[in-house]
């Protein structure tokens, strides 16, 4: 079984990557994101310790955790944004370590952890390889606008607080130009993968 980090900033098309992996290669794909959600639902670990260091200010009318007030919280702040991420990374990946052992008996053939944080998922710990997507800022703020209307002001604020690309490139394994074509992108994955039978 082969385990690849798929990595990159906001806006970097990782799941155009993850695509794919999972149409092409049938990959199963592990979203760190995914699995930090679940945790931070009502009786999880990260929602039971996030609420206690955080406080119920940061709770709806219903009890669960408003996603909105908390990033309020920690937008501007290393030292809160450091403590929620302490509160959470270490449980999320201990599933995703979990979930890798589970699939292994299964033997799957291809498992893909997807995160924009490496360092602190660990990534290099456990992934055979780890895919840095690299896309021009350009057309992140582009996307960023468009799906998310996100304004320039908050995605300078994303990309400064986000790590840096050569922070990326360093622990890498391969690096995935995704400012190409689907087709050239496909090329470049099957290349990287080429002892792994696609369809």
């Not at 592990?30 to 955080?54: P, R």
């Not at 200010?57 to 991420?85: M, S, T």
Request: hydrophobic share 35%; charged share 25%.
């Amino acid at each position: 079984m082969k385990v690849i980090g798929i990595t990159g900033g906001i806006g970097s098309g990782k799941s155009t990557i993850l695509n794919i992996l999972k149409d092409t290669y049938n990959a199963f794909v592990i979203s760190t994101d995914h699995i930090a959600h679940i945790l931070m639902e009502k009786g999880n670990i990260s929602y039971n310790l996030i609420v206690e260091n955080f406080g119920s200010g940061i709770l709806d009318q219903e009890g669960n955790i408003n996603r909105k007030k908390l990033g309020a919280i920690v937008y501007n702040n290393p030292e809160k944004l450091l403590l929620l991420n302490s509160l959470s990374h270490p449980y999320v990946m201990k599933h995703v370590i979990d979930i890798i052992e589970e699939k292994r008996k299964e033997k799957v053939a291809l498992i893909c952890v997807e995160t924009a944080l490496p360092k602190e998922a660990g990534l290099s710990n456990f992934c055979d390889e780890i895919w840095y997507i690299h896309t021009s800022e350009n057309i992140r703020r582009e996307r960023l606008q468009t799906s998310r209307n996100y304004t320039n002001e908050k995605i300078d604020t994303i990309f400064y607080n986000q790590i840096k690309e050569n922070e990326y490139r360093k622990i890498s394994t391969h690096i995935i130009d995704n400012n190409l074509s689907r087709e050239k992108v496909a090329e470049q994955i099957a290349q990287i993968l080429k002892n792994i039978p696609g369809k």
